[in-house]
């Protein structure tokens, strides 16, 4: 739902306000839109709205559940430790942000603890991890790229991408969904043996990032016991539960669906480092709902 007030607002702007919002008060507007209508709507009154001032208040999947906008106002947002609030223009005492003391509210040492726990996890680094297999069964198909990157201070500092050489023919499907062929397998694909190896060296102790983690580990935990090879336990965190925890009512809850939503541009590749860069943008942006 948003909630729109406006004040000293041309008439055609309230007449365009009124296709999509119904006006309980005088110059009070409330309704239920998307996302991209309610940004639209915004846009329209900033642009037509003059010298005339305007407030909007919508629902948000964030900490307060609501966010809001001001045009031409002399209340102000500010930022408390991540609690979106109001200047008053007679608050005359008011502190800045950066002035207040730690710990000044249980809300304020919670969100405190958030940030640190997140500045201490991109400082410490972590792995991101995405395979490509030959279709979905564990049984009787097979893993054809594995791609990690692993990240620290916010950036990527090693990256460690191979092909995997398979035996039959890649399905029509899996050539168009990937773009890897056979011939590419054939030039460039390592044996399996040699790539989980390089694979368990390159993720050992650290935080591997995976999404929709289940199928990943099946897929290699099982191609590491053809090939006998023990494949470790491993510091696993599945973002795509992390999405569903934070992100209500998708229609789907797949890796592109979600970037969509979260305003990430781009698309799911199925390409393993693509696929890895694009979980980063995915976990980078659910750490800040």
């Not at 694979?199 to 016991?225: C, G, H, M, Q």
Request: glycine share 6%; with cysteine.
């Amino acid at each position: 739902m948003i909630v729109v007030s406006i004040s000293n607002c041309p008439p055609k702007l309230r007449g365009d306000l009124s296709k999509w919002l119904l006006e309980i008060n005088t110059g009070v507007y409330v309704g239920q839109v998307n996302a991209r209508v309610r940004e639209a709507l915004w846009k329209r009154i900033c642009e037509n709205i003059r010298d005339g001032q305007a407030t909007m208040v919508f629902s948000m999947n964030n900490e307060q559940h609501m966010d809001f906008y001001v045009h031409n106002t002399s209340w102000v947002p500010v930022d408390l430790d991540g609690i979106k609030l109001m200047k008053h223009p007679n608050r005359l005492n008011y502190i800045p942000n950066d002035e207040l003391e730690e710990g000044f509210s249980n809300e304020a040492k919670r969100l405190m603890n958030k940030r640190r726990r997140k500045k201490k996890a991109s400082s410490e680094g972590y792995v991101l991890l995405d395979i490509e297999t030959t279709g979905l069964s564990v049984e009787n198909d097979n893993i054809i790229e594995i791609a990690a990157i692993e990240m620290k201070n916010g950036k990527a500092v090693r990256e460690y991408s191979e092909l995997i050489r398979h035996d039959e023919p890649l399905s029509d499907k899996i050539i168009a969904l990937t773009g890897i062929n056979d011939e590419m397998l054939k030039e460039n694909g390592k044996d399996i043996r040699e790539v989980l190896k390089g694979l368990i060296e390159f993720i050992s102790d650290k935080t591997v990032l995976i999404y929709n983690a289940p199928f990943d580990i099946r897929f290699i935990k099982k191609e590491a016991e053809r090939n006998n090879i023990d494949f470790p336990d491993i510091n696993c965190k599945d973002i795509f539960i992390e999405a569903k925890n934070k992100i209500d009512s998708l229609e789907n809850y797949k890796l592109e669906t979600v970037a969509g939503f979260l305003d990430i541009g781009g698309k799911q590749k199925h390409r393993a480092v693509d696929d890895c860069k694009l979980l980063n943008e995915v976990y980078l942006k659910l750490n800040d709902i």
